[in-house]
């Protein structure tokens, strides 16, 4: 498997506040690989208003996750004057991982939508049937694994290196746990963190990872438990699971989950909460540190303008902290650790440097045995020397491509989409749901 050139470099502010306009990026004029070449000039204007796009989500604007598409997705149509919602720019939401979004796409092809995005892991498969029926229509599926053995002209995928953004809001648990340590209120061998996620899947496990990662940098001895939901959105589920880990003895929560659940259920108990996909503050005044999301509008003006000018769309685009893909958002400084906002500065600039690698593999250790990762090889110590991670995605789900390198782990570099699905020393997975 050929590795991804390197990511655009396209560079901003350090912390990013929020959820505000997307860079005037490119993407490469062959597909297959970033490049950071400019093609797309200055078609963010009049040009672009000849193109109609769609837009399918898996849930609405309730859910942060597809909030987060949908209001990306408006102000970029907006930015590149896309005529209006409903006309030039259509939206469909509620769409399930089924054969509904099969027939979403092609109800927007015959629309006349040339360019069509979809938000959900599992509506890959539908959507690469669409490609295949309308060759004339190009389809950009977000988190999907398959663009780069598909090999279809109008079928690409796209993901960001958000396991960066986790493992900075880590930095800032980390830095809240240590408070609590340095103010007595808890033992460092009580520093235990919670996580809620939905699947059991490589870009859930990718990112409790690097959160954990994150927070391990200040405190060596935190340590995590996980639990699964087995959906992307449970509102009473994500608040169930929470309280569980909170129960648990887990003095501070993160998510990998799309409702208000988790956050509802920390403000409730007044433990502090790391958020995704945008800030909780308003809801959660007392127990919101910051949130890692990515910022999807640098994709869509990329790729709606490679479409305009008449430009092919990456096979693969991974999107970074330098291209404005990755942000956090304001550090709540009510409940963040003093000094918070700085610290993330200087760790960002390290990641950015290619300082700091979020899967430095001296940086944690790893058990193999026949039934715990078998596709590992490692040192004397535990340290990570060698894995084949499942790249290809293809049905034997066996390792194909050796991604452990220059002493690190190298994350969506050989295709979008995560694929790190260690389960490392000091994470405890209470439960697991592969769906």
Not at 88 to 97: A, N, S, V, Y
Request: charged share 25%; glycine share 10%.
């Amino acid at each position: 498997m050929k590795k991804l050139d390197s990511f655009m470099v396209n560079r901003r502010q350090a912390i990013t506040a929020a959820f505000g306009g997307a860079a005037a990026l490119a993407l490469a004029a062959c597909g297959g690989s970033n490049t950071g070449a400019s093609t797309n000039g200055d078609t963010a204007s009049g040009e672009a208003g000849k193109i109609k796009v769609g837009l399918i989500c898996l849930h609405d604007e309730n859910s942060t996750y597809d909030l987060n598409f949908i209001k990306g997705f408006k102000e970029t149509c907006e930015k590149m004057q896309i005529g209006s919602e409903g006309t030039d720019f259509l939206i469909k939401t509620g769409i399930p991982e089924s054969n509904e979004c099969y027939d979403a796409a092609a109800e927007l092809a015959d629309a006349g939508c040339k360019l069509i995005f979809a938000d959900s892991f599992g509506h890959e498969d539908y959507m690469i049937q669409a490609a295949k029926e309308f060759p004339e229509v190009q389809f950009c599926h977000a988190t999907g694994t398959k663009a780069h053995t598909e090999n279809l002209d109008n079928y690409h995928n796209a993901f960001a290196a958000i396991y960066e953004g986790r493992y900075l809001a880590g930095v800032a648990a980390g830095l809240k746990l240590k408070e609590m340590i340095d103010e007595g209120k808890i033992t460092a061998d009580k520093a235990k963190m919670g996580y809620v996620g939905a699947f059991t899947y490589a870009e859930v496990i990718s990112g409790y990872t690097s959160f954990y990662l994150g927070a391990k940098s200040i405190v060596p001895e935190v340590t995590m438990d996980v639990t699964f939901t087995g959906s992307w959105y449970d509102q009473a589920l994500e608040q169930e699971g929470a309280t569980k880990l909170i129960n648990g003895g887990c003095v501070l929560i993160s998510q990998h989950a799309d409702s208000m659940g988790a956050p509802q259920a920390c403000e409730n108990a007044k433990v502090p909460n790391v958020s995704y996909n945008g800030s909780t503050i308003d809801s959660c005044p007392n127990t919101f540190i910051v949130s890692s999301r990515i910022n999807w509008s640098p994709y869509y003006e990329d790729a709606i303008g490679a479409v305009t000018a008449g430009k092919a769309i990456d096979t693969d685009f991974v999107g970074t902290l330098a291209t404005s893909s990755v942000e956090l958002t304001e550090v709540n400084d009510k409940v963040a650790a003093k000094g918070t906002t700085e610290k993330l500065e200087e760790v960002r600039a390290q990641l950015e440097a290619g300082k700091v690698h979020v899967f430095d593999t001296s940086t944690f250790t790893v058990e193999v045995t026949d039934k715990k990762n078998a596709n590992a090889k490692v040192d004397g110590d535990g340290h990570l020397t060698s894995y084949k991670a499942d790249v290809d995605s293809d049905a034997k789900m066996e390792g194909d491509t050796e991604v452990v390198s220059d002493g690190y782990f190298h994350e969506s570099e050989y295709r979008s989409a995560p694929y790190f699905d260690l389960q490392i020393d000091g994470i405890k997975l209470l439960d697991t749901n592969f769906g």
